[in-house]
């Protein structure tokens, strides 16, 4: 911030986002903001802390937000994201600089936030997996030497109480047939999935 003497009076010039320092705090701020849910972190507050003028504040948090929710759900690399800054937004080369340290230093960090929040149900936290020869049938003497698969899933529910946090664990076989459709419809929905993204 800086003044300007005009006619006898002095007048506080606003700073800008411009500023690679400023632009940082303003960054950090609306992380706090939007992704950790800090409510006293508003626009004019942001405004104020940092001097610059509120409608300045308020156009780029649109903007930021915009890119970071896109880039946190694709879970961008740096170089994907800088090519996006590049090609389609309006940041100064500064702000692109200052925008990149900024995702390398919490891009780990806005990505979990991201899948925690979209989480409202059970949870696969842990998945094991062996192979085993069942010889015999049960109730029955006769020999099969097949292969099966012997898996275990352990499930959480990150948005139970803390005395349900501990989850359950599940176990199973899946003799090769059972596996051969499970992966195809594993395929068919990454299928989905994919032609979902690429719209």
């Known amino acids: 911030v800086s003044t300007q003497s005009t006619g006898g009076y002095q007048t506080k ?3 800008s986002l411009e500023n690679p320092k400023l632009f940082r705090a303003f960054l950090n701020g609306l992380y ?13 507050f942001i405004s104020n ?12 948090i649109q903007t930021s937000i915009d890119i970071l929710d896109q880039a946190s759900s ?3 690399e740096t170089k994907q994201l800088e090519d996006h800054l590049r090609s389609k937004s309006t940041l100064t080369d500064n702000q692109i600089g200052v925008f990149l340290q900024f995702w390398m ?3 780990q960090k806005i990505h979990d936030i991201i899948i925690k929040k979209s989480n409202w149900n059970n949870t696969l936290t842990r998945f094991s997996w062996r192979i085993d020869v069942k010889s015999k049938t049960r109730n029955s003497n006769t020999e099969l030497n ?5 898996l275990e899933w352990n499930i959480n529910n990150t ?9 359950k664990v599940i176990r199973f076989e899946m003799d090769k047939d059972q596996i051969a459709t499970t992966l195809h419809q594993i395929n068919a929905i990454q299928k989905v ?4 993204a690429q719209k």
């Open 74 to 76: 694709n879970y961008w």
């Open 13 to 15: 010039r606003m700073a």
């Open 49 to 60: 802390e940092l001097s610059i003028e509120l409608s300045e504040v308020t156009a780029m």
């Open 193 to 196: 999935i994919n032609q979902a």
């Open 159 to 167: 948005n139970s109480t803390d005395s349900e946090k501990e989850g």
């Open 32 to 44: 706090k903001s939007h992704f950790e849910g800090e409510k006293s972190i508003t626009p004019q």
């Open 105 to 107: 230093s919490n891009r």
């Open 146 to 150: 097949q292969p099966v698969a012997i």
